[in-house]
């Protein structure tokens, strides 16, 4: 018996050790596993701070980002530069040579050290990393990106009518505009492809020429036209439609990638011949050209400046979109870049405005005019169309962006904005000054002839929601007693940020300048609504939230739970850059609000 104790004592200590061994080999594993997930984090955490090779870069004039640093050239046909101190071989050669498995299935392509100096020096020339580009094939696989109550919608082919694809380039890279064209070809049904146009707007690279035409006549239903005079996206496109003979006309820009099942319903509501019909766009990489799904739901608007901005649609639009996401739905602007529209209500409606150079607000005219004179203009979330979005135009504009810009935003304004026109014109003085150089009349008998409707049925009726002065709203400045005034601070994101004092600025400095509507909302330009924070105020998408309602109580702005807006003073004396908070009602100044009205027309 004593044998078998003293065993198992002996077992028993032995037993103690090896638990004590793994306890302590246990907390150096975890200790080592956050060591090294810290580690990765850090990493990660750098990488992000990091700026990207292609923001360093810099660009002229012609290059247009707008102030807040938001894309203006959305969806739109921008075409190529000459480069930047490139010799004639490099703009001139094609460097097409396929990496078998690279970017298929939409996956990013990553590039080493050295070819990222060389992507580096080659970007001035398309704005996007022509480099990754020539690597990828140009029939790549992209995964299917429907819904799936997308894809459970059947179309009879039979009954659908036949479509021609347009696609205008002005010096695009060759591997991305054959991806474009090949994504069509390939994800297509064959019956209802008729033929895809490309339309040469006077490009100068020597690939476009005929190697392009080399690679174009071993496909079939393509063709290209070609123009020796700069004509710009709206004379291109008015070419390509004019040769068109399909029932449908589908506009895409040069660098687009079409995902499977895209057409047919493009097809299926254009054929109704009351609508221009708009894919949903995804994302194409401008430095990986990975395929990225967007947002579900966004539709398309402008701003005071008349610039084209994505927003959140309305409530009501959302409500009938998650009970039907397979079902179009509507959108008081189009991006422009890609849409589809039956030949007969495109020429019905007088195709686009002729008297537009290059291109810019055309987007707009066609919007409004399709929405007042009897059309529609929506999205379908289930025709997906990846697009590469530059952060540059590496445009070269005849007379620089603003002349062409301008000149094009003068036209559209003064033919169907009305008295609108005049906010438009008085806080756009260089848009103003040539407005009466703008020879309008065909558009305006046009207007007349299609019995089109007024701009202010389109904001009541089409986008109710919007941020434009009426004559029902308050518009001008909110100015505190300390002396600085309610606004959004330079560099506030579109979705919105924390709200603070801002310089009051002068009665036409637009940016400076509110709207209090009779529901009592604050309205900024871009859609932005100030409401109540859990602490600080924010600017927000203006939405149905009761926190964005602040009802007037003599110089007091309150919410609905009676607290009052308050400027919170910190470091400064009027209050600019101070934030701005919801507070108990007291004998404060930074509860005190003046509102200066501002004509707005």
Known sequence: MLVKKDFWAMFCRGRKKKIITLIIILIFL????????????????????????????????????DKTGMRVVVGHYVGGSTGANLTDEVINSNNYAPVPGAG?????????????????????????????????SINRSLPDMRSESCRNVQFNIDNLPTATVIIVFHNEAWSTLMRTVMSVILR??????????????ASERKYLGKELEDAVNKLKKVQ????????????????????????????????????????????????????FICPHIDLLSEDTLAYTKSIDAHWGAFSWHLHFRWLMPSGAVLLKKSENPSKPYPTPAMAGGLFAVRRSLFWRLGGYDEGMVIWGAE?????????QCGAR?????????GHIFRRHS???????VAKVLNSNLARAATVWMDQWADFFFKFNPSVAAIRDQQNVADRVELRKKLQCKNFK??????????????????????????????????????????????????????EKLLLYTPEGKIMADEGLCLQQGNGRALWKSCSDNSKQTWQQAGPRLKTKGGLCLTLVLNNSEDGVGDPLTAKRCVKDPGQIWHFERVPWR
């Not at 990091?50 to 012609?62: E, G």
């Not at 064959?190 to 490309?198: F, H, N, R, S, V």
């Not at 290209?224 to 449908?248: C, E, F, P, Q």
């Not at 590496?394 to 620089?400: A, E, T, V």
């Open 394 to 400: 590496p445009y070269k504009y005849p007379g620089g």
């Open 224 to 275: 290209i036209l070609r123009s020796t005079d700069r004509k710009g996206l709206v004379g291109a496109r008015l070419m390509g439609a004019r040769h068109a003979t399909g029932d449908v006309l589908v506009f895409l820009d040069a660098h687009c990638e079409v995902t499977m099942g895209w057409l047919e319903p493009l097809l299926d509501r254009a054929g109704s011949d009351d609508v």
């Open 30 to 65: 975890i200790n080592a596993l956050m060591y090294v997930s810290m580690e990765l984090y850090n990493t990660v955490k750098r990488k992000q701070e990091k700026d990207l090779w292609y923001q360093s870069l810099h660009f002229d004039d012609n290059s247009y980002v």
């Open 188 to 201: 297509s049904p064959e019956q209802l492809l008729k033929q895809i146009i490309l339309v040469d707007d």
């Open 377 to 385: 203009v929506e999205i379908t979330s289930c025709s997906r169309v």
């Open 363 to 371: 987007n707009l005219e066609l919007s409004w005019r399709a929405w």
């Open 457 to 510: 049925w389109y904001l009541d009726n089409v986008w109710p929601q919007h941020f434009f002065p009426t004559d029902d709203r308050w518009f001008g400045r909110i100015r505190n007693d300390r002396g600085g005034c309610l606004g959004v601070t330079v560099g506030t994101p579109g979705l919105g940020g924390p709200a603070a004092g801002i310089q009051c600025g002068s009665e036409y400095d637009i």
């Open 104 to 136: 298929e299935g939409g996956r990013p392509v990553q590039m080493s050290q050295q070819e990222l100096i060389t992507a580096r020096d080659l970007y001035s020339l398309h704005s996007y990393n022509i480099l990754v580009s020539d690597k990828i």
